[in-house]
Structures are given as C-alpha cells and as structure tokens.
C-alpha cells in the first residue's frame, strides 16, 4: 500500500520566497499546492505542483483548497499599495486566508511577516505587517512567524533593481547619510528554515537575518564593484531621492522604492538585534551572481499587476 505524501499549501510557489520554499517541499518528498493570483503562470515545476486562485472572495472555495493540508507557507502580501491593492485590503485577505485554514483544519502555519513589523509602527507597511501577526496569533491555527530582514536571491526585485541603476546611470543617489545599516538574509536560508519549522511544527516567533551588516553605502558600493561599474554615489534629502525615485518609476512604469522602505532603511529598521539564523553571505553570493544581476529591469507592477 503506498501513503499519500503529506500536503503542503505555499502562497506564491511560482514568485520569490514561495518558489525556494516549494523547491525544498518537493525535495523532502512533500506534496505541494500553491495558492497564487497567476494560477495560469508558466509552472517552474514541471506540472508537480498544483496551482489554484486565492478565491479570497470564494471562501467555501478556499476553504475547500485548504483542506488536507498538514502546514500552510504564507508569503501572501503586497509591498506596495497600488490600484486597489491596499495595506487594509490584503490585511482583510489575510483574515479570510487563516479563517479558511481553521475551518479546513490546517495544522500549522509558517507565516512572513517582516523584520520589525509593528502594529504601533509610523509606516505603514511595518504597521500593518505587525497588525498581520496580530491576526495569525489570534487565528487559533499553531503557528511560526518568520521576520526577515532583506532578502536576496537572483530573482530579488531590490537586488536586481539596484544592480539595473547602477548599471544604467552614472551617478546613483542615496538617500540621507548612507550610514545607516542593512542586514540581507539569502533568501533559501530562510526557507530553509521555514521548511525546518514546518516539518517540526515549531511554535516560534523569530527574526531572520544574515551574517553581515552593511551601512547602506557599503552594500552599494560592493555591489557596484562586484557588477564591475563606476557609478558614483552622491547623498541627497530624503524628500530629493524620493522626487528621483519618481522619475526613474515613470521611466520604468514600476515602483522602485517607496517612502516607507527609504524611511525604513533611515531609521535602521532592516537589520536585526537578533543572532544572525542566515548563514550564505552576501558578498560570497554576490561573487558568483553579480553577472547576472541588473541586465534586465525586473518590474512588480508588470509581474504583480498585469
Ligand atoms: N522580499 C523581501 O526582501 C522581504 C523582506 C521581508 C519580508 N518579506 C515578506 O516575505 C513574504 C514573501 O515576500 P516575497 O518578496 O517573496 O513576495 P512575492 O513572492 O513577490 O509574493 C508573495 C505572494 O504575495 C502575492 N503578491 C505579491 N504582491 C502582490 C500584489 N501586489 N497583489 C496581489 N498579490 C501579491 C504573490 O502573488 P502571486 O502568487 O500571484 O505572485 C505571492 O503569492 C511577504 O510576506 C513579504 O512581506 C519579504
């Protein structure tokens, strides 16, 4: 008699953080279906992976998706507000998602949330990144919460973006003082730990960092080098990086930055006061991907909204 392999749920198995995590389910002989809002997407995994709609406005329907899954992966949010894609919209979506789950009778969640999100925070993306703790907390569902700070990976939109400047202008504009710090984690170190987590249904609250820190200056001037081009920093107002940021989004038709992420970064709130749980270091990494980095823009509006 063979037994059915234990069922994952991954929101987004086919975009970032979702696909690493998927990667590592299927090594470890899980069965993985991925809830998605491109269930039509080109499948990176050779039809292994079933692929469905959130259906957030469906319940019975997601409620049905989520049954028999042992752990559900949640990667679910946006990074910017756009169109009708708002911070209290997806915190809504977020509420139906892990009303689902406890209906389905879902065993564990794996949720992303963010290096200090803050239900009191000024910003709000950390602010309603802390209110989505809230929600998981209170859904009844045994759950880990994994905080990271930056993550890189090729398919990075920061990573690449910033490569894809550097690149493209000679001069590239940092916002305040450059001084302030940064501290990325590789994107499969933390799913493999998230994996970790869910195979041992650990109940954990935790940042996720790398091994390095950077002032922000530091991290653009490695990766400048490491891409081989000269681009010369020049420090401006945070008002003035974000009038150029405007610019470069029209260019682009994309949002590059935005004011929380410049403010964020400002106040030192993307490096953890927490031991470091990653352990793939930026600048090893960037030493065999730096070539691949920055050839082509990578636009979110595009790939998120189209
Ligand atoms: N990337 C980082 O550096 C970073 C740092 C700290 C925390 N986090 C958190 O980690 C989690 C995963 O991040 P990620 O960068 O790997 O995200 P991602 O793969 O780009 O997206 C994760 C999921 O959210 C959906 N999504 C993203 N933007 C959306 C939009 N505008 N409208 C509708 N759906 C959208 C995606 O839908 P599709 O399946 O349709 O693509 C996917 O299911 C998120 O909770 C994020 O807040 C990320």
């Known amino acids: ?18 696909k690493y995590i998927t990667r590592r389910l299927l090594a470890g002989d899980k069965q993985v279906k991925t809830l998605t809002g491109h269930p039509l997407r080109q499948n990176p995994f050779e039809g292994k992976v079933e ?29 910017f ?3 009708q894609a708002t911070f209290e919209r997806t915190l809504e ?13 879902v065993g564990h969640i794996v949720h992303f949330s963010s290096i200090h999100a803050d239900a009191r925070s000024a910003l709000p993306y950390f602010r309603a990144k802390g209110l989505a703790e809230q929600l998981v907390e209170e859904s009844g569902i045994p759950c880990t919460i994994l905080r990271p700070t930056l993550m890189f ?3 990075s939109s920061f990573c690449n973006n910033l490569a894809w400047m550097l690149r493209k202008f000679p001069m590239f504009a940092v916002a305040g003082s450059g001084r302030y710090s940064i501290q990325p984690v590789f994107v499969d170190d933390v799913a493999e730990l998230a994996v970790r987590a869910g195979r041992n249904r650990q109940l954990l609250n935790t940042d996720v960092a790398g091994p390095e820190v950077f002032t922000f200056d530091a991290l653009v001037k490695l990766l400048a080098r490491k891409i081989g081009c000269r681009a010369r920093l020049m420090h401006v ?17 994309d949002v590059v930055l935005t004011a929380d992420e410049i403010r964020g970064m400002m106040e030192n709130l993307i490096v953890s006061d927490a031991p470091p749980l990653g352990h793939t270091l930026f600048s090893d990494w960037l030493d065999k991907n730096a070539e691949a980095l920055g050839i082509k823009y990578y636009s979110e509006l595009k790939y998120h909204f189209c």
């Not at 692929?51 to 946006?78: C, E, M, Q």
């Not at 998602?97 to 009778?105: D, E, I, Q, T, V």
């Not at 974000?242 to 470069?248: C, D, G, Q, R």
Request: aromatic residues 8%.
């Open 81 to 83: 507000e756009h169109a």
């Open 51 to 79: 692929a469905v709609g959130f259906h957030f406005d469906r319940p019975a329907t997601l409620t049905a998706n989520l049954k028999g899954a042992s752990t559900l992966y949640n990667t679910y949010w946006i990074r």
């Open 1 to 18: 008699m063979t037994v059915a392999a234990e069922l994952n749920i991954v929101t987004g198995a086919f975009s970032f953080t979702g």
């Open 93 to 105: 979506q977020t509420r139906i998602l892990l009303r689902c789950a406890a209906k389905a009778g």
């Open 237 to 253: 107002s945070p008002r003035r990086a974000l009038k150029m940021v405007a610019l470069i989004n029209d260019m682009v038709n």
């Open 153 to 155: 990976g090729l398919e």
